[in-house]
């Protein structure tokens, strides 16, 4: 069975200071990786999705950044926090082969607050 | 690009009662819809996937209909409890790999005892 580990849980930041949030995937070779954005309120805005190691594709940057350093992980990273980024970061995966290998997997998201 | 409206935003409703929330879509091309349920605090739990173009998707106390010649997608839940309570959101993709979802902006939606 795959699992989608977000890594840290929650994070208070200070505004100007430097961000790395992780997500790792077990039990899935190649998986298509994403990267959403949920403000206070509820929408949804995938920032970033990568089909393979070394990929990633932006979809609105909101001045964030995010690497695919090794097949199983995606890194979301910023060096100036800005207060509009706090909010809740999901990471997704899915098998991403067309179709209903589109389906989006959710972990468990990171709470990020900028003060 | 696809565009999604979802309504109602929020939905009060009462145990045992029927609550219907209502997708519309743009793109002719949208393949796969899916159905997310939010917990508060918590993350997005997968309900339900079709794709038929009339299609009837019973799950645990809830049915999906897609109507692809309308462009709708709707999500019942028949006799809500207050567990039901929670943030749902559809989604559309296409059907290439890159694995796009389009989401609504969600529906609140509470249920009081």
């Known amino acids: 069975a795959q699992t989608i580990h977000q890594w840290p849980v929650a994070e208070i930041k200070a505004v100007g200071s430097p961000l790395s949030l992780g997500c790792t995937i077990k039990?899935?070779?190649?998986?298509?990786l994403y990267w959403y954005w949920q403000a206070t309120g509820g929408t949804l805005q995938q920032l970033f999705y990568?089909?393979?190691?070394?990929?990633v594709e932006s979809v609105v940057q909101l001045n964030l950044s995010a690497s695919r350093p090794k097949d199983d992980q995606f890194i979301l990273s910023t060096e100036k926090l800005l207060l509009s980024h706090s909010g809740f970061y999901l990471c997704a995966w899915s098998r991403g082969t067309g179709g209903s290998q589109n389906t989006l997997y959710f972990g468990a998201g990171t709470r990020l607050s900028v003060l | 690009g696809e565009q999604v409206e979802q309504r109602p935003p929020h939905l009060s409703v009462r145990e045992g009662d029927s609550a219907v929330i209502t997708c519309t879509y743009t793109?002719?091309?949208?393949?796969?819809f899916f159905w997310y349920k939010q917990e508060p605090g918590a993350s997005l739990q997968l309900l339900m996937k079709v794709f038929s173009s009339t299609e009837i998707n019973e799950g645990q106390g809830f049915t999906v209909l897609l109507n692809k010649k309308d462009k709708r997608l709707s999500l019942n839940l028949t006799a809500a409890h207050p567990g039901d309570s929670a943030a749902y959101f559809c989604a559309v993709s296409d059907n290439t790999n890159t694995g796009k979802l389009t989401f609504g902006d969600g529906t609140v939606l509470t249920v009081k005892p």
């Open positions: 990568s089909i393979t190691v070394g990929q």
């Open positions: 039990g899935k070779s190649s998986p298509n």
């Open positions: 793109d002719p091309n949208s393949y796969y």
